[in-house]
């Protein structure tokens, strides 16, 4: 009877433990699903001609265009709670604000000239923790104000003119929709495009609205392009472009894509160039004249970068791609991973950010051959 | 394979769903409890079998053929084990019958939250994931993005009620649908057990050690996981209940402190 009670009782321990285990099991599938949610975001990259600042995970990167070596990192250490994804943006004044899109949702701004001795890590000029969800997009300086677009349907209107390590928001203007897209300005007004298929238009000083927000029929994560005869172009989910007149809020159909367009096109000369998620990659006149469209290898996520001769442009399949006004390709460079990160120059550089791949950025030549590639050491 | 079978289909029923209730105020809540529905009525005939497998191992426990057995040899267990298993034969049952639907239940959760957070795209990586995996006969860009606020939630996050001090270990605050989660989850458990006499029953022992292990698992995932995926424990747990009630085979005696024991003896 006890050998009997004790291999009951180990039968059924092992069953208990078989139990347990399929738990824990589960409970790390949902783990893993959780975590790749947050942390896994492409990176945000920007450059003042001498330094690359890279926004990669929990670590924004300064790295030197010159030889790809690491300047400083910031935070020095990682914690969960910062996540950096958005796009550096560097003040008139040299300092260079971040926005974390972890738990701590905090925009901050460090002084790369003030480097801590022991952290290697630039000291923090000032930090706002006033919005309530992430920064995905990067803030808009005009003047002396920072016109920051958070995740929680909030452009936040900071003050540069003051000395305070703590800000809190001059203004703070609601959307509705998450704001994903850095704002753009021509000056007069600033253009706020928002998820929930909106663009609006507001007065950097009274904060008023120009005109009636204006629906594009699909959610819009890009930047409207400013023209320099200030005409507005932008592309949205409703798998199209549409061309805006600033003065009136009149939006009219541009150009019709095959799939959604996520970034702003850019302008060389009277051309607009863009990509959208099928692959495709449209150079389109100002006028509305279609030139050519071609589709290489994978989704085009980001704005294309205009060169001296060329456009450049990168896949999801990892390629970059330099086509010439004709469309025809110039030279191509498998980086490897998936870029979805627009392209960046400085110094005869061309600065490309993989995800997933063995390194975080790589510099090109104007041929297209890799210079150097960056790989945080730990 | 995963994607294919389970995440997009998943991901675009909750979407469809979505779409008849657009404008409906907590229109993606009312969709993960439509979904769990019809993940309930596709799996109905599942547990139908499965309650039927309990009843018939609740009646085996008064079997005089089934007392006989365990008696005669109970020294010897390999022999046990046999003349158990030609039993159950002979009576056409499943002893593992009760555990399928729980086994089942794990894909169904795991691809349900990662189509929730799918669906609800809070990051720009996301959404890429949410455009290649919606079917072209949806017209999603009109959808897109998906309202994730239902009642005081926000679908895309873990649930709480603010509470006026900080508790480190509720940094969500109340966690109010964890503890419906582990009730309901309770209750469901409870209310299928086996009533046993025999205190080596192997199922009924399996059955008393998931009853206490699947709340407190089930609410940990509600504590730590986007609520949508709270909402759907909760229906699929109400479901389950009621589908026990209307079939006559809850065993609300075994709420009860001893109930199970109680049942036994009837």
């Known amino acids: ?378 | 394979m995963w994607n294919t079978f389970i995440i997009y289909p998943f991901t675009n029923v909750l979407l469809w769903i979505y779409s008849l209730l657009a404008g409906l105020p907590g229109a993606f809540g009312w969709s993960i409890i439509l979904f769990t529905i019809l993940i309930r009525a596709i799996t109905w005939p599942l547990n139908a079998q499965q309650l039927k497998g309990a009843q018939a191992m609740q009646e085996l426990q008064n079997d005089k053929d089934w007392q006989a057995i365990q008696k005669k040899y109970a020294k010897d267990r390999e022999k046990l084990a046999q003349e158990q298993m030609r039993v159950y034969k002979e009576k056409g049952i499943n002893p593992f019958g009760s555990c399928l639907p729980t086994v089942i239940q794990f894909p169904i959760i795991i691809g349900l939250y990662q189509s929730i957070i799918r669906a609800l795209a809070a990051t720009p990586l996301g959404l890429l994931d949410l455009a290649r995996s919606i079917y072209p006969s949806l017209s999603a860009a009109a959808l897109i993005p998906l309202n994730s606020r239902f009642l005081w939630m926000d679908l895309g996050r873990p649930e709480g009620i603010p509470l006026p001090f900080d508790v480190s270990f509720l940094p969500n605050g109340f966690p109010t649908l964890a503890l419906v989660v582990a009730v309901t989850t309770f209750i469901q458990s409870k209310l299928t057990m086996p009533a046993t006499s025999n205190p080596g029953d192997q199922t009924a022992a399996m059955s008393n050690t998931m009853s206490i292990y699947m709340p407190l698992l089930l609410g940990y995932f509600a504590l730590t996981f986007a609520s949508g995926l709270s909402v759907y424990f909760i229906t699929s747990n109400l479901l389950g209940i009621f589908q026990y009630a209307v079939t006559g085979r809850a065993n609300w005696r075994n709420l009860l402190p001893g109930g199970n024991k109680q049942a036994s003896g009837n």
């Open chain 1, 1 to 378: 009877m006890i050998l009997y009670l004790r291999r009951n009782d180990q039968s059924m321990k092992s069953k208990k433990i078989y139990l347990l285990f399929a738990m824990v099991l589960g409970a790390l599938l949902l783990s893993g699903c959780s975590r790749a949610g947050f942390s896994n975001s492409w990176p945000g990259l920007t450059t003042d001609g001498e330094i690359a600042y890279l926004a990669a995970g929990q670590h924004v990167y300064a790295i030197r265009l010159s030889d790809g070596s690491e300047i400083w990192r910031y935070p020095s250490k990682a914690t969960s709670s910062l996540l950096f994804i958005a796009k550096p943006v560097i003040t008139p004044d040299g300092m260079i604000l971040l926005g974390s899109a972890g738990s701590d949702h905090r925009l901050v701004a460090i002084d790369p000239t003030r480097i801590n001795v022991e952290t290697n890590a630039p000291e923090e000029t000032w930090i706002f923790s006033g919005a309530a969800d992430r920064w995905i997009a990067a803030p808009l300086i005009l003047g002396d104000k920072v016109f920051a677009p958070n995740a929680d349907g909030h452009l936040y209107v900071l003050s540069l003119g003051d000395d305070l390590t703590t800000k809190t928001a001059e203004q703070k203007i609601e959307l509705g929709g998450a704001l994903w897209a850095q704002p753009a300005s021509d000056g007069r007004l600033v253009y706020i495009p928002t998820m929930n298929h909106y663009l609006y238009a507001v007065d950097p000083e009274s904060y008023e609205f120009a005109w009636p927000a204006l629906n594009l029929g699909g959610a819009i994560p890009g930047s409207p392009l400013v023209t320099p005869e200030g005409e507005l172009f932008l592309g949205s989910f409703a798998s199209e472009v549409v061309r805006i007149t600033p003065a009136t809020g009149k939006m009219d159909p541009f150009i019709s894509t095959q799939g959604w367009v996520w970034d702003s096109p850019t302008l060389v000369e009277d051309t607009l160039y863009f990509g959208d998620l099928d692959g495709y990659f449209y150079a389109v006149r100002v006028s509305g004249e279609r030139l050519w469209s071609i589709q290489p290898d994978g989704p085009v996520v980001g704005s294309p970068l205009a060169m001296s001769d060329y456009v450049v442009f990168v896949t999801e399949s990892g390629t970059v791609y330099a086509v010439d006004p004709e469309g025809k390709i110039v030279w191509q460079h498998e980086a490897g991973g998936q870029i979805y990160t627009s392209p960046v120059t400085g110094s005869d550089r061309l600065l490309v950010a993989p995800m997933n791949a063995e390194f975080l950025l790589a510099a090109l030549d104007t041929n297209g051959n890799r210079v150097w590639t960056f790989k945080p050491e730990n």
